[in-house]
């Protein structure tokens, strides 16, 4: 399955964020949260910090476009094979940043590609 960091997870019920973890969880997927406060969503910890990890297939954003340039670095070192623009997401920058670099973009949904089984 793909490696996902959800990055603005949050233990917030209310948030899609916190939504979209356990339903990657509940795909089967696995799910590294990232986000700005410590908590725990899905049986899983929230990094607050910046993880170095390897084989992320996904980053699927959670962070509003004018607090994402603080990520640009992080999130491109990460090379995913794609970057999931949720809803309020969107920024040609980052997206034309990571496509400079080989990385897919995607404007679009998780719950949604998770719930119609094209994730």
Known sequence: ???TL???AS???SRYAYRAVHSLKNH???VVPVGIRKGQVAGLDIHTDRPALDDIDTVTLYVGPQNQPTWYDYILSLKPRRIIFNP?????ELERRAQQQGIRTEEACTL?????GNY
């Open 88 to 92: 309020g997401t969107e920024n040609p």
């Open 112 to 116: 949604v590609m998770l719930s119609i």
């Open 28 to 30: 089967g997927h696995e």
């Open 6 to 8: 959800v990055l603005g």
């Open 1 to 3: 399955m793909k490696k």
């Open 11 to 13: 233990d917030n019920p």
